[in-house]
């Protein structure tokens, strides 16, 4: 089993910046793959972007390229997803999720363990 935890989002003007985490647990693996997604109520879950757990390539929707930003600490468990330069339309619930295939997908399916949620709402 693998356990992802949350945190770090919150209210922020547009144009401000949050930095979000995921702390993984339980039984993980060097190829799987670190994703974020978000939904907005009424919205399907939206893939943000996605970090290979070993080697650290990353890849990012268009929607948030050049303003959000996928890292990992190794030694903490620990992904970030920093979010720069925030708009109303990034307001949602952030998810962090584990793909334990070595291919990447964009879709939310693919994805075998996720976290709880966290809420992020940029005010205009």
């Known amino acids: 089993q693998v356990q992802l935890v949350e945190s770090g989002g919150g209210l922020v003007q547009a144009g401000g910046s949050l930095r979000l985490s995921c702390v993984v647990s339980?039984?993980?693996?060097?190829?799987?793959?670190m994703g974020w997604f978000r939904q907005a109520p009424g919205k399907e879950r939206q893939f943000v972007g996605a970090?290979?757990?070993?080697?650290?390539?990353?890849y990012y929707a268009d929607s948030v390229k050049d303003r959000f930003t996928i890292s990992k600490d190794n030694a903490k468990n620990t992904v970030y997803l920093q979010m720069n330069n925030l708009k109303p339309e990034d307001t949602a619930v952030y998810y962090c999720a584990v793909d334990r295939s070595l291919s990447l997908s964009y879709l939310a399916g693919a994805y075998d363990y996720w976290g709880q949620g966290t809420q992020v709402t940029v005010s205009s």
């Open positions: 339980g039984r993980t693996f060097s190829s799987n793959i």
């Open positions: 970090i290979r757990w070993s080697g650290g390539s990353t």
